[in-house]
């Protein structure tokens, strides 16, 4: 029952729809990977819906049936009215006969559509609503899965038997496999690793244009294929000299006995520089050499040339070009996935380094955390009644851990300017701290040993006035305290030594 021009108006206000909610679904916050995955698929999504609303409203505004235009002149003539009478009827008769019913979505608005279309979606967190599916190995996107290739490389004829972790860092050193060890075998192995890396890139990575990569790398691979610089495949140069031979002047003889003086080699190279048969015994090369003296090569009988190798050695060339053309674009997509080729290393040899009782304990640890994730409210606000501090984790830590630590007991320091601290722990090791060394500096008051656990001012006060009478009465006066002996063995302080010194009496 729509019109041309109403399907107009709906393809634009879907295009407009689609362009917030890509919007939107960008400025989301995506903590965990399997999150980022989600989204970007579901932008991939949105995006594709758009192209098409895109191509349908390029159609229609193209108009080659003229229906628009016709539309648009029945709306626009002298009989417009009746032409909305006769619309106005068609729609009521239509819904007259038509049984609606209220799961139609005949007059859902198109907002409310497209909020049901990313609800629904966003609420399928289970593998069988996910928009792309990954092994247990790939960890949804973390990491490369080549076990099955890795099988497929170690049974090449030819190649080292390396271990799993050595094949992850050098599954893309192609260029060091000799060429003459790339045959059929090989070739598969390579479509089956291009293959792998065409379709995980796209499900890791469904934003980025993978085709337009391999384009790409396409056509730095020709340019670098006729510069013979591709690493792998160096460009040729011995075979000119093996194939065009050394011409030979005939001119200087007269029979073909002369010719055979020469030798096989040298008639050979002639016959080779003529493009005829240069096999047979020495005399049957001398006389076929011999027949060419005084002709073109043109009169000679098509017999005596030999068959051309240009179609066999250009159809090797486009099968090792095809080959090579391959390997530049396994280097393009293995360089994009860098970090998830690394990531899987580290993956690999933690795992190895665990035994089967750890590896299924960090199994179910890495179930249970899922699950925690998926319990998290969306907000992401943690239930935390009591205000407990939180953990390395970003949780709570738990209650008789909080006791155990006296995170429960507040102590006030008054020097520190009245701050509190929480715990015995934190409280001990304040008095080493900034804040409780400046506010002694305050005081003019040294942060020594002795105002350990001293929080009141008053009491640091009066304890330094202590100090500082104990270090008077303890400070050495060498008149009183310095000592000195007399003739007669009589031990004198210092003051009394030097009265008795100016008296003459000792």
Known sequence: METILEDQRRLHEERERLIDLQTKELLRKKPT???????????????????????????????????????????????????????????????????????????????????????????????????????????????????ELYQKYINLKGVDKINYIAYLSTYDHLFKMPRERKNQDYTRYLQALFNYLFDYLQRVKPLLDVSNEVEQAKVEFQTRWLEGTFPGWPKETTGALTKTGAYLDLSSYSSWEELASLGLDRLKSALMALGLKCGGSLQERAI?????????????????FAKSQNSKSKELNDKHKDIAELEAKVYRLAEILGPQRNATIENVQRKQALTPGEREQEEEAEIVAEESEEEEEDDGIIYNPKNLPLGWDGKPIPYWLYKLHGLNLYYNCEICGNHKYRGPKAFQRH????????????????????????????????????????????????????EYEDSHGNVLNKKTYDDLKRQGLL
């Open 431 to 482: 008095f080493s701290e900034w804040r409780h060394a400046h506010g002694m500096r305050c005081l003019g008051i040294p942060n020594t040993a002795h105002f350990a656990n001293i929080t009141l001012i008053e009491d640091a006060v009066q304890l330094w006035e202590k100090l500082r009478v104990t270090r008077e009465t303890d400070r050495f006066i060498p008149d009183n305290q310095e």
């Open 288 to 304: 076929r050499l011999f027949q060419t003296k005084g002709k073109r090569l043109q009169d000679l009988d098509p017999s005596l």
């Open 33 to 147: 990977t399997k999150e980022q995955i989600n989204s970007d698929h579901l932008v991939k999504l949105l995006w594709d819906k758009y192209i098409e609303s895109t191509s349908n409203l390029i159609n229609l505004y193209e108009d080659n049936d003229g229906l628009r235009k016709k539309e648009i002149q029945l709306l626009s003539g002298p009989n417009e009215y009746s032409e909305f009478n006769s619309r106005l009827k068609s729609i009521i008769t239509y819904h007259k006969k038509s049984n609606l019913s209220e799961s139609t979505n005949i007059s859902v608005p198109m907002s409310i559509e497209y909020e049901n279309l990313i609800k629904s979606i966003q609420s399928n967190d289970d593998d069988a609503g996910a928009l792309v599916n990954f092994t247990d190995e790939e960890g949804f996107g973390k990491y490369l899965d080549l076990n």
